[in-house]
């Protein structure tokens, strides 16, 4: 049976439980907390939500929020952003709250703060959400989970989120794991046209491996633009090879590759993977060095022909972060 969700009227209850929640994060994480923001609709005076209070919650070590678990959050994994944990409270002494954590610098921050404020301040687009809101809420079909595991509600509102980011001129970073429509059509442009094609290889964008549990794919944005792409697979041996990673024309020599390079390791560490591999064409050699990288052999083999063996020990004091 799907789930099925009601709107409600704005009221001040909603600040007054983020703010009980806040103090019951503090007593447990301490100096853990670098800060703690109510975000999502209930943070937005007059507009209609679910009861659900989301709250982020910034902290120095990701790693040690595992804890929480043991005062009424259930922790739901990284979902659909990496490096971001996603709790659910789970406790009859708290509100209902979706609970987001993640370390200083991320930008699933700056994204929802920005929302957020332009909401606050902007009366015709806090009501143009509302109307929307409304209006998804009437529609049976908005319940519906998509193959992407989202529920239609959440993904017809993506539309609507972006044209607030245009009109405020969001420009920041933010990494996903590849996962609504949008994000997989651009994913596979990007593979096909600039890494593919020119090597002379049919992309297949439904190939097996492409479904294994041990590869992962990322997109990143800048602003509302998905500019660089990336898909790694984590072997048995403790490292992961970079399969691809690929910036849209119009992005490139911006710092972009770069950036999700960093973050990659960043994801690697955080797993406990001592070693990051790579197949780099030649095109491609001098940033690769530039970041640490160095010839380094492993046992694989790349499809594109002429590329040298490059990796970096994620666990060196020199990390080039």
Same mark, same amino acid.
């Given at each position: @049976? ?24 503090? %007593? ?14 209930? %943070? ?18 990701? /790693? ?9 959050? $259930? ?15 789970? /406790? *009859? ?28 301040? !902007?009366?015709?687009?806090? !009501? ?9 809420? *009437?529609?049976? @079909? ?20 972006? %044209? ?6 969001? &420009? ?20 096909? @046209? ?35 792409? #990336? ?48 197949? #780099? ?9 530039? $970041? ?9 083999? /790349? ?5 040298? @063996?490059?990796? *970096?020990?994620?666990? &060196?004091?020199?990390? !080039?972060?």
């Amino acid at each position: @049976m799907q789930k099925v969700f009601k709107l409600h009227e704005y009221t001040p209850v909603w600040e007054m439980q983020f703010l009980a929640v806040e103090a019951c994060l503090r %007593s447990v994480l301490e100096d853990n907390i670098v800060a703690v923001h109510h975000i999502g609709s209930t %943070s937005v005076p007059g507009l209609v939500a679910k009861e659900d209070i989301d709250i982020l919650c910034v902290v120095k070590d990701l /790693s040690s929020t595992f804890e929480l678990g043991k005062y009424g959050f $259930r922790l739901l994994g990284e979902l659909n952003v990496p490096l971001r944990y996603f709790f659910k409270s789970d /406790s *009859k002494g708290l509100p209902k709250v979706n609970l987001h954590v993640c370390e200083r610098e991320h930008g699933f921050i700056k994204l929802n703060l920005t929302f957020r404020d332009a909401l606050r301040s !902007n009366e015709g687009l806090r !009501n143009e959400y509302a109307c929307l809101k409304r209006y998804l809420v *009437k529609n049976p @079909m908005s319940f519906q989970k998509t193959e992407q595991g989202f529920v239609k509600y959440t993904l017809e509102k993506d539309q609507f989120i972006k %044209s607030v980011f245009r009109k405020v001129g969001f &420009s920041e970073v933010a990494i996903n794991y590849c996962l609504h429509y949008d994000e997989w059509k651009a994913y596979h442009y990007l593979k096909n @046209m600039l890494l593919f094609q020119p090597a002379g290889i049919t992309y297949d964008p439904d190939y097996p491996a492409m479904h294994q549990p041990n590869q992962f794919h990322f997109v990143q944005y800048r602003g509302v633009e998905i500019t660089t792409v #990336a898909q790694v697979e984590v072997s048995l041996k403790g490292s992961i090879i970079l399969r691809a990673l690929v910036t849209d024309t119009a992005h490139q020599y911006q710092g972009c590759a770069t950036q999700l390079l960093v973050f990659l390791e960043r994801w690697a560490r955080f797993r406990n993977i001592s070693m990051l591999y790579t197949h #780099a064409d030649v095109a491609s050699i001098s940033f690769y060095q530039k $970041r640490g990288y160095r010839h380094a052999d492993f046992d694989d083999v /790349s499809v594109f022909g002429d590329t040298r @063996m490059m990796g *970096k020990c994620l666990t &060196s004091k020199n990390t !080039n972060q």
